[in-house]
């Protein structure tokens, strides 16, 4: 399959308990490559565990999740994200407070083992990619909730993912910051034709996606498994 386009995901009658909750009920689940698909579903219905498993953070104890028609959980994770499938972007943004916006982005870079002067210039272009060029050497605390979520993009990107996974990547963030944010993702992901799966509670990004998944209760609504036409 060719590098440039997003990765295919495949989920058949996935089940994830924690202790007495079913968080992912026999979820079963197709989204074509290159697809823009919102998730949408109350507190507590399982959207976070979804992308997790999806995205090898987390592990499903039935049934099984296939990247590519590839067993992704089943590898180690650090391996997965070497091989550049995956990028996450959360609604905290997690960057490490003592580095500056470059050598956040630089962290994947070195798991990948890139030589320095390569992560350098990755890195800044990177951050010129997603309009942050001229705040590469500033600290998480000397930036704006917008900005620090652009580094997040950016460092989501690192690897060159052909899935990237957003869980509420706006849910910190003011209405008009968070569309900045959300176009920014929806450009990014046209841009490099990723596949995306979106958590997110704004209304507006239902209409924007190719499909909306509703959860409810750890199940996904009927009609999923049907991949949409993009
Ligand atoms: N590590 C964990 N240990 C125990 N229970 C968990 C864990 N992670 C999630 N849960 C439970 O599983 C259920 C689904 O959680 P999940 O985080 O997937 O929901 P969500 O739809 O993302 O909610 P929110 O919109 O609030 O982020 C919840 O009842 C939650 O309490
Ligand atoms: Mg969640």
Known sequence: MSDEIGAEVALAHVGKRFGPITAL???????????????????????????????????????????DGDATWERRRDARMRRGLVGFVFQQHLLLPTLTAQANVE?????????????????????????????????????????????????????????LLADEPTGALDSVT???????LLEVRRRRRMTMLLVSYDPTVGSRADRTLTMTDGRLESGAVTAGVT
Request: aromatic share 0%.
């Open 25 to 67: 009920d026999d979820v079963s689940l197709c989204v074509a490559a290159g697809e823009v698909v919102a998730i949408t579903g109350h507190s507590g219905s399982g959207k976070s565990t979804l992308l997790n498993v999806i995205g090898g953070l987390d592990r499903p104890e039935t049934g099984r999740v296939l990247l």
């Open 107 to 163: 962290v994947p870079l070195v798991g990948a083992g890139a030589r320095r002067t390569e992560r350098r210039r990755r890195a800044a272009q990177l951050l010129d990619e997603v309009g942050l060029a001229d705040r590469a050497h500033h600290v998480p605390s000397e930036l704006s909730g917008g900005e620090r979520q652009r580094v997040a993009v950016a460092r989501a990107l690192a690897n060159d993912p052909r899935l």
């Open 178 to 184: 968070s569309k900045r944010v959300l176009d920014l």
